[in-house]
């Protein structure tokens, strides 16, 4: 094999493997995007039944854009997810404060994933750029390429 045909192979190969990283950074971003919302949700829902009184009506999110009526119990404590299928009492206070905390790392999250993602592109944009100069001085002659 031509020292150019290895070059090309060589290059071909990282680019797929570049392409295959961009795919997982982004299914990354697509759950931590998820996840934001949700949490926006919970905060907005959370902000919305803070000093009502107990009794009250509200509408509750349930998914999907859609809401049910319902009564409000309870107030000042709510039963809080914390992972692993564990779930705590806390006020209304501290389940704010919690979210709000989950949603910042989550921003850093995502902005990293963000910056990774970037940066891949870059690679792959470097790449072609190599990958087209790599072609365009072979001429017209046949790769090989496996």
Do not use: C
């Amino acid at each position: 094999m031509k020292p150019a045909d290895q070059s090309i192979r060589e290059l071909l190969v990282e680019q797929r493997l570049l392409e295959g990283s961009v795919r997982i950074v982004q299914t990354r971003l697509d759950i931590v995007n998820a996840s934001l919302t949700d949490i926006y949700v919970a905060n907005q829902t959370l902000e919305g039944i803070k000093g009502k009184p107990k009794g009250s009506e509200t509408l509750v999110p349930i998914g999907g854009g859609s809401f049910i009526k319902a009564e409000l119990a309870d107030t000042e404590k709510i039963i809080m997810g914390v992972g692993a299928g564990v779930a705590v009492e806390k006020s209304v206070d501290d389940s704010i404060f919690e979210l709000k905390s989950r949603q910042a790392e989550l921003e850093r999250v995502r902005t990293s994933l963000q910056n990774q993602l970037t940066q891949v592109a870059s690679k792959i944009e470097a790449g072609r750029s190599k990958l087209s100069e790599l072609v365009r001085k072979k001429g017209g002659e046949t790769i090989e390429v496996i």
